[in-house]
T-cell receptor
Framework: GAGVSQSPRYKVAKRGQDVALRCDPISGHVSLFWYQQALGQGPEFLTYFQNEAQLDKSGLPSDRFFAERPEGSVSTLKIQRTQQEDSAVYLC????????????FGEGSRLTVL | GESVGLHLPTLSVQEGDNSIINCAYSNSASDYFIWYKQESGKGPQFIIDIRSNMDKRQGQRVTVLLNKTVKHLSLQIAATQPGDSAVYFCAENIRGSNYKLTFGKGTLLTVNP
């Protein structure tokens, strides 16, 4: 596709359920980022991949959050035992280069935990 | 329920007017700044960027000004159009971290026809 694709666009989970959010970056983009955006706030950094290597996961809120990009393209953000405070929009972004450069964001996955 | 507008600075302008959106940053080690536009239900969209060795950069209808002395960044939009209505975020990148962006809170721009 022409842009960053994320699925599902909307996810409702009961507290305690596990969820998986998928990101298809722009083909050939080296860098991939996950950001979390709470309602009315700016995006907050979660984690960064350079190809398949996860170089920074310092923004992941707890060990319930896990991200992977096994083949250096598609990435999955997994949240185990979801809590209400996990409710947010999860944004994926990719960049052609090995630095921030111009980031291309997907439309996000809105997670609501009941 | 909670409304985005309750927490965001807002700017309301008439179509055709110029808009100025301001952003303060706190980290003097930041060396790269970006403005993003985010429409409802969409991801942020890159508008323009500027490096810390510059104080002004112009794009199509947009200008970014950087004042490092007072740690202030502004986005000027000329001849604002209804399609410019969105939330605008400034983001900074700290020197030495060439990938991690820190976003500001955002400003809601409403353009009245």
């Amino acid at each position: 596709g022409a842009g960053v694709s994320q699925s599902p666009r909307y996810k409702v989970a009961k507290r305690g359920q596990d969820v998986a959010l998928r990101c298809d970056p722009i083909s050939g983009h080296v860098s991939l980022f996950w950001y979390q955006q709470a309602l009315g706030q700016g995006p907050e950094f979660l984690t960064y991949f350079q190809n398949e290597a996860q170089l920074d996961k310092s923004g992941l809120p707890s060990d319930r959050f896990f991200a992977e990009r096994p083949e250096g393209s598609v990435s999955t953000l997994k949240i185990q035992r979801t809590q209400q405070e996990d409710s947010a929009v999860y944004l994926c972004a990719s960049s052609l280069y090995y630095s921030t450069g111009e980031l291309f964001f997907g439309e996000g996955s809105r997670l609501t935990v009941l | 329920g909670e409304s985005v507008g309750l927490h965001l600075p807002t700017l309301s302008v008439q179509e055709g007017d110029n808009s100025i959106i301001n952003c303060a940053y706190s980290n003097s080690a930041s060396d790269y700044f970006i403005w993003y536009k985010q429409e409802s239900g969409k991801g942020p969209q890159f508008i323009i960027d500027i490096r810390s060795n510059m104080d002004k950069r112009q794009g199509q209808r947009v200008t970014v000004l950087l004042n490092k002395t007072v740690k202030h960044l502004s986005l000027q939009i000329a001849a604002t159009q209804p399609g410019d209505s969105a939330v605008y975020f400034c983001a900074e990148n700290i020197r030495g971290s060439n990938y991690k962006l820190t976003f500001g809170k955002g400003t809601l721009l409403t353009v009245n026809p």
